[in-house]
C-alpha cells in the first residue's frame, strides 16, 4: 500500500506570497492532519479534516487554511506567507478523527526569503 | 492549555544499554499516547502506542503510562546505533489533535 504522499517537497517563497501544499493520504484513510515543524516550537498541530469537514483546528492565524477534497486529498494554504513560515509542514493520515495511528508524509519544507 | 513536556537531550547511552525517554503531560483527560522516532531530515514514523496504565511490550521497545502521575515513557533495550534519532512523545483525548512534546535526542555510541 502507498504511503502519504506530498508535494511538493521543497519550495522558496518570498514575504507576502501565497503558497499551496497537498497531501494524498493512504488509500482509504479518511483523516488528514497537518503539523508545522520547526526547530524551536517543535511539532504543531494545525487543523484535521475528515470526510470533508475540518475536526479539529490549531492556535494559528487564519492565514493558514486547509481544505479536503471528496477523495480524501487535501490542501493547505497559507497566504501572507512570513518570514517565520519557514518550517517542514506535515501531514499524517489515519482511518479516522483522533484514530490512534497517524501515518506522516515526507513533508514539504517551505523557505520563505 | 494542553501541554506535553519532554526532556530535549541529548540523552547519551552506550550502545547495548537500556535508553529511557521521558514525558509528562498536563491533560488529565488524555487517553491515548504515541511515541514516534524521527531521524534526522524524514518525518515521524510510530513506533508503539499505548492506552492503559502499566506497561506495552514490542520488541526491544517498552511503553509505559501511569494516569495517576501522568507520566509517559519509553525504554529502549540493546540500544543499538540506529536508535539514534529524536524520539517524541505525544498524547490526545479521543477524537481530539495529537498534542506533540519537543522531542528528546537520543544518541548511541558504538
Known amino acids: 500500500k502507498a504511503g502519504v504522499t506530498q508535494t511538493p517537497r521543497y519550495l522558496i517563497k518570498t514575504r507576502g506570497q501565497q503558497v499551496t501544499l497537498s497531501c494524498s493520504p493512504i488509500s482509504g484513510h479518511r483523516s488528514v492532519s497537518w503539523y508545522q515543524q520547526t526547530p524551536g516550537q517543535g511539532l504543531q498541530f494545525l487543523f484535521e479534516?475528515?470526510?470533508?469537514?475540518?475536526?479539529n483546528k490549531g492556535n494559528f492565524p487564519g492565514r493558514f487554511s486547509g481544505r479536503q477534497f471528496s477523495n480524501s486529498r487535501s490542501e493547505m494554504n497559507v497566504s501572507t506567507l512570513e518570514l517565520g513560515d519557514s518550517a517542514l509542514y506535515l501531514c499524517?493520515?489515519?482511518?479516522?478523527?483522533?484514530?490512534?495511528?497517524?501515518?506522516f508524509g515526507p513533508g514539504t519544507r517551505l523557505l520563505v526569503l | 492549555q494542553k501541554e506535553v513536556e519532554q526532556n530535549s537531550g541529548p540523552l547519551s547511552v552506550p550502545e547495548g544499554a537500556i535508553a529511557s525517554l521521558n514525558c509528562t503531560y498536563s491533560?488529565?483527560?488524555?487517553?491515548?499516547f504515541f511515541w514516534y522516532r524521527q531521524y534526522s531530515g524524514k518525518s515521524p514514523e510510530l513506533i508503539m502506542f499505548i492506552y492503559s496504565n502499566g506497561d506495552k511490550e514490542d520488541g526491544r521497545f517498552t511503553a509505559q503510562l501511569n494516569k495517576a502521575s501522568q507520566y509517559v515513557s519509553l525504554l529502549i533495550r540493546d540500544s543499538q546505533p540506529s536508535d539514534s534519532a529524536t524520539y517524541l512523545c505525544a498524547g490526545n483525548q479521543a477524537g481530539t489533535a495529537l498534542i506533540f512534546g519537543k522531542g528528546t535526542t537520543l544518541s548511541v555510541s558504538s
Open positions: 479534516y475528515f470526510s470533508e469537514t475540518q475536526r
Open positions: 499524517a493520515s489515519s482511518l479516522a478523527v483522533g484514530q490512534e495511528t497517524q501515518y
Open positions: 491533560d488529565r483527560g488524555s487517553q491515548s
